[in-house]
């Protein structure tokens, strides 16, 4: 096959096991457990009248990117749209790093990471995470070309102070993606940072904290003049007419955000005194996620055991250091998880 041996040679993502029978307690994705705002809907439905699906869509969002930039304080022009943030990161890669060039990130994290350098024919080198999910300082990666950091960072669900982004930041001295797919859940971000420097990025994305993972939708916020590079990147109609719809809506309804956050934050603490009370080392998340260990045990029969009873949690090794990532469910899902590892412990 004359396919690039970059590719030939990479394995590939896989995403998260999506089975989406009715009766299964789904805590394997990091899911939002309630629906979107009715408004969501409400667009939608307004969306498929008069001839809006027969012309393009509007290339920036524009509508989007106006809701957005008051709802988060930021200039529109700073904002760039997605087909989930996904898609941002990979605009990302592909305006900063050359082949042959170098991508930074901690670890354990986000593995589609390793999956863009590798496409990008770029190399890809980590730094671990300490015991207590903190960096070394000083950052030891020089001359990376992107270094993407997560906060929240996944599996973990823990986030870097204000203060450590900070210095973070000014010890990388290069191009740094804020990957905020989680930051909604957290009490602070990487906004800030990424309005004063050229070098931070921040993404976010719809599916976890607005419900709409099955629409597609992120947005990258950083200074207009690094937009108008990434904008040369993107495919000019990367997100439809629907999803603008949607993600302009859902982000309209700040009400209906405050409501589902508080109702997860809630079911994030229970989660994390029950999981403890039944063995578990749990580590405190600022995330939809716990993220769960044990010595006394083995983890992926737990796992496996749970999906017996239609339970999907997600099980994640990396090199040897295991865990369970649980998706905070609702009230009712928790309450079938806590009872199912009751009676499988
Ligand atoms: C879920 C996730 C994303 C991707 O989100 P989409 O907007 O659905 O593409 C990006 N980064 C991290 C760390 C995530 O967990």
Redesign the pocket.
Known sequence: MSVRSNILAMSGYVPGEQLNDADIVKLNT?ENPYPPSPMVFHAIREALTGDKLRKYPQPMGDHFRKAAGQVLGVDPDGILIGN???DL?TILTRTFVPEGGLIASPTPS?ILYRNLAEIQGSRFETVRFDESWKLPSPWPIRGANLTFL?NPN?PSGTALTPAELERFMAEVAGPVVC?E??GDFCDWNGLLLAKSSPNVIVTR????SYSL?GI?F?FAVAQPQVVRQMLKVKDSYNCDVLSLAAATAAIEDQDYFRSVKAKIVATRGRMEVELSRLGFTVTPSTANFVWCRRSDRPLKPIAEELKARKILVRYMNYDGYDGLRISVGSDAEIDKLLAALAAIL
């Open positions: 990091n989930g943030s996904d990161l986000y997560p996944s990957d797919a989680y994305s719809l599916s976890k993972a597609r992120g």
